[in-house]
């Protein structure tokens, strides 16, 4: 009873839970009863690529309060985008109609276990102290997170991977990354580098070379090469140059398209084998970017290519929460342990 208590009282203070009356007496002191307050804590999550910086503040039941969006110039650099993304953060979390508990950030790289980043060149916040310095500007606690390992946590919680313990969430965007949820936990390694296939080599000859900044994976599907490509192929925006894109624009053509296509489906399928063989999950979910058709061109091509060639092919879906995912994955790691 004594822990009951306390429980009570922690949630009671943190707003989750907030007093309806009293229940009429039988005898004895009238019980208080209590309701769950799914919009008395809140909390928010910012996905922040190369391209954009976008922002949700969420209630406790998942829902929507507000949102923000920063698109990004291609010729702005670090020093711009950060502050755009800090701007967001202020605007994001201004006046909300509760109490916001922590912000929530998942960045393309690595995120160490002190919080500091790393290996993120697109956007160019290597060794940067992120959490550290919108949590002193935005005056919440900060959470910053891997964005594959956000995706992991949306969709575990809240999307397609919902009463499945062993799943690898897979972000396809300017490349691939991985999140891993192991029996029911995210995974992220000693380091904070589990899941971070843009380093897989593919071939005997990568044994002969040396990859320093950027994995082998990385170099051949990563955004360099995808925005080199986009142009080739005549895309209106470089926004379109993502890597779920590029595979949809050759399905169904042939030439040039369809061969790089092709490239990146086996690339892919040969990255999503490892993470199968290695982690054996019940489900493979593929968001991060791009519409519907895209991530079904991504799921066809490297499903159809996996039968006869590893031991067991997983069940493979989409992300449910679509674009929100990476949004929602952040916010809800930034949710303190409130029992």
């Not at 009463?163 to 029996?183: R, Y």
């Not at 092709?262 to 199968?276: F, G, K, N, P």
């Not at 979910?285 to 031991?311: A, Q, W, Y």
Request: contains cysteine; aromatic residues 2%.
């Amino acid at each position: 009873m004594a822990t009951v208590i306390r429980a009570v009282a922690r949630l009671s203070t943190s707003g989750v839970v907030v007093s309806a009356g009293l229940k009429p007496s039988t005898g004895g002191r009238p019980s208080e009863l209590l309701s769950y307050n799914g919009v008395g804590l809140m909390a928010a999550g910012i996905s922040v690529t190369e391209r954009s910086a976008s922002g949700v503040l969420l209630s406790l039941d998942g829902e929507a309060i507000t949102r923000a969006e920063e698109i990004f110039s291609p010729q702005e650099g670090p020093d711009v985008r950060l502050a755009r993304t800090i701007e967001l953060a202020k605007r994001l979390l201004a006046n909300p109609d509760g109490r916001v508990c922590g912000l929530g950030v998942g960045v393309p790289g690595v995120v160490g276990p002190t919080g500091r980043l790393s290996a993120i060149h697109e956007i160019g916040w290597d060794r940067l102290a992120l959490g550290d310095l919108l949590s002193r500007q935005t005056k919440v606690p900060v959470v910053v997170e891997n964005d594959a390992n956000c995706l992991a946590v949306a969709e575990h919680l809240r999307g397609a991977g919902r009463g499945v313990d062993n799943l690898v969430a897979i972000v396809v965007s300017s490349g691939l990354g991985a999140g891993l949820i192991t029996n029911g936990q995210l995974y992220r390694g000693l380091h904070h580098e589990a899941g971070e296939i843009g380093y897989l080599l593919t071939e005997r000859s990568s044994l002969r070379r040396l990859f320093p900044d950027r994995g082998e994976l990385e170099q051949l599907i990563g955004g360099d090469r995808l925005l080199q490509k986009g142009r080739e192929f005549g895309l209106p925006s470089p926004d379109q140059a993502t890597l779920a894109h590029l595979i949809s624009l050759g399905v169904g053509s042939d030439g040039a398209a369809r061969e790089f296509s092709d490239e990146l489906l086996d690339l892919s399928a040969l990255a999503i084998s490892a993470m199968c063989v290695v982690l054996d999950p019940e489900l493979v979910i593929i968001g991060g970017s791009g519409d519907e058709l895209d991530m079904n061109n991504v799921i066809t091509g490297v499903r159809e290519r996996l039968p006869g060639r590893i031991l067991r092919v997983p069940r493979m879906e989409a992300a449910a929460l679509g674009k929100d995912a990476i949004m929602v994955g952040a916010a809800q790691l930034a949710l303190p342990s409130l029992v």
